[in-house]
């Protein structure tokens, strides 16, 4: 941290921090910078936050609204794209290029946010200065939520984070998609004796649980060995109610890396994301949209290595 309480992210490098990840807001803010004479890319990862909030936060990490390359969206679900977005973008603050999956565009202009700098995309993205990504669509609501493997040039190498929230269940091919990623942020929902216990109504606990909602700890942990992130395990989107970073933690014991648990009000350090280590070729991610619910929670906090 400077002087001036600013913590700034890496010179260099791929970096990562979640600004707030719960079922009150979802945000986080990718940093990308090959080498340190070039230009960096800035992207958010979902945009669940108000615009001024947002700014509050960019700017404790050294980062001005127009500086925002991109905002990447999961989906549409007002945790994952405030409200505020639709009255953000005016000269001289916000200039983002929003990026919207091909299913969501329909929803993406009931809600206003077809503008001009508004991209649509599929299966790839080319986010500029060495960063792409790919995406795949699994089932969460009718439309579908976007998983993302991120790829950025760094000094040692390819970085490659995968980035997974509101999936409701897995698949093989999701696991294909993302495994040997070098970090790995990924939703670890609720507990399932804590679910069952609660004063949720029915209706509500087969929404979260049928498939279509969240994942619990338990399936998330078994997504996270499967994938076997190579640096770090970053843990979204705990519900309040219904989860611990505890009992988070504890699922996730002996997955082979650094595991840390996201919060709704406070975020995370900055997390590099050093790459450089030799993998095979990343398989095509499959089209596979499905038909879906969504569902609430929210989390609670802390940042932990096993
Ligand atoms: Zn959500």
Redesign the pocket.
């Known amino acids: 941290m400077t002087a001036l309480g600013v913590t700034p992210p890496p010179a260099t490098g791929l970096s990562l921090c979640v600004l707030a990840s719960?079922?009150s807001g979802?945000c986080s803010v990718l940093v990308s910078r090959p080498d340190e004479t070039g230009p960096r890319r800035v992207v958010l990862l979902d945009a669940?936050l108000s615009p001024r909030r947002t700014q509050r936060l960019l700017a404790e990490r050294g980062i001005r609204p127009d500086e925002v390359d991109d905002i990447l969206f999961t989906?549409l679900?007002t945790?994952?794209c405030h409200s505020g977005w639709t009255s953000a973008f005016r000269p001289g603050g916000w200039r983002a290029r929003l990026r919207i999956h091909r299913r969501h565009l329909g929803r993406a202009e009931r809600a206003g946010l077809l503008f001009r700098h508004t991209e649509v995309f599929e299966d790839t993205l080319d986010l500029g200065t060495g960063l792409d990504a790919r995406a795949m669509l699994m089932s969460h609501d009718d439309l579908g939520v976007a998983v993302f493997r991120l790829r950025a040039d760094t000094p040692a190498g390819d970085a490659h984070l995968g980035f997974a929230?509101?999936l409701g269940h897995t698949t093989d091919e999701l696991i294909a998609s993302l495994r040997g990623v070098d970090a790995l942020a990924i939703?670890s929902n609720y507990c399932p004796i804590m679910q069952h216990e609660s004063d949720r109504p029915a209706f509500l606990k087969q929404r979260i649980t049928g498939g279509a909602g969240?994942l619990s700890n338990t399936e998330s942990a078994q997504a996270a060995r499967r994938i076997g992130p190579r640096e770090c395990l970053i843990l979204l989107?705990l519900s309040r109610q219904c989860n611990t970073p505890v009992r988070a933690l504890r699922e996730h014991a002996g997955c082979g890396c650094e595991v840390h648990v996201t919060n709704q009000h406070r975020p995370t350090p900055w997390f590099t994301i050093r790459g450089g280590a030799p993998r095979c070729a990343v398989p095509a991610p499959p089209r596979c949209p499905r038909t879906l619910f969504?569902?609430?929670?929210e989390p609670p906090t802390r940042t932990v290595a096993p």
């Open positions: 719960g079922s979802n669940g989906h679900d945790d994952h929230t509101d939703e969240h989107h969504d569902l609430v929670s």
